[in-house]
């Protein structure tokens, strides 16, 4: 889990003493439950002055996770199998069940990347390769009449590795030069 249960307490402690979902009842059977399952955690004596009706729930509450902190870890361990056992809803929302959860679940908070703008990522070079060829091409057709003795023939042997749709207009092209 990374955290000791000492330091989870520390960190839970505060939401828990401002729950209002542990009433006077579910207070007692925290304490109960760690008296008589665990008296080495909870002695007779520290568990009727964690009871007692006269002290507000929640100083009685501050006061216990308080000793239980003071007493290490198995104490701290014990009592969230405590309250995972009696009041589970409570133990589930938790600020470190909560970090733990979200930690561990990847659709919980699915990753945000980063969006680049390029269209793709073969890099600056495969861009000055594309823009030279066509340059080129338009170079080609720019002075294949004029200047350039056999340029449709050029363009005829250019159609050859492309799309079908491209090698038509070429050669189209081509055929059309010669006729003029």
Same mark, same amino acid.
């Given at each position: 889990m990374g955290d000791s249960f000492h330091a989870q307490l520390l960190e839970d402690s505060s #939401?828990?003493?401002s729950d209002l979902r542990l009433d006077t009842? +579910?207070?007692?059977?925290?304490?109960?439950?760690?008296?008589?399952?665990?008296p080495q955690i909870l002695t007779d004596k520290e568990?009727?002055? #964690?009871?007692?009706?006269?002290?507000?729930?929640?100083? +009685?509450?501050?006061?216990?996770?308080?000793d239980l902190q003071g007493k290490g870890e198995e104490a701290c361990r014990e009592f969230y199998r405590a309250l995972h056992?009696?009041?589970?809803?409570?133990? =589930?929302s938790l600020p470190t069940r909560l970090r733990l959860r979200d930690?561990?679940?990847?659709?919980?908070?699915?990753?945000?990347?980063?969006?680049?703008?390029d269209m793709n990522d073969?890099?600056?070079? #495969? #861009?000055?390769?594309?823009?030279?060829?066509?340059?080129?091409?338009?170079?080609?057709? =720019? =002075?294949?009449?004029?200047?350039?003795?056999?340029?449709s023939r050029a363009l005829g042997m250019a159609a050859l590795g492309l799309k079908k749709k491209a090698q038509e207009v070429l050669i189209w092209y081509t055929e059309d030069s010669r006729m003029i």
């Open positions: #939401f828990l003493r009842e +579910r207070v007692d059977k925290l304490i109960l439950q760690l008296n008589r399952i665990y568990a009727t002055r #964690f009871r007692n009706l006269d002290v507000p729930t929640s100083v +009685r509450l501050g006061e216990l996770l308080t056992l009696h009041v589970e809803e409570l133990y =589930y930690s561990l679940d990847p659709l919980a908070n699915p990753r945000v990347y980063q969006q680049r703008h073969r890099g600056p070079l #495969f #861009f000055l390769g594309c823009f030279s060829v066509a340059v080129g091409m338009a170079l080609l057709y =720019y =002075y294949s009449e004029a200047k350039v003795s056999g340029g």
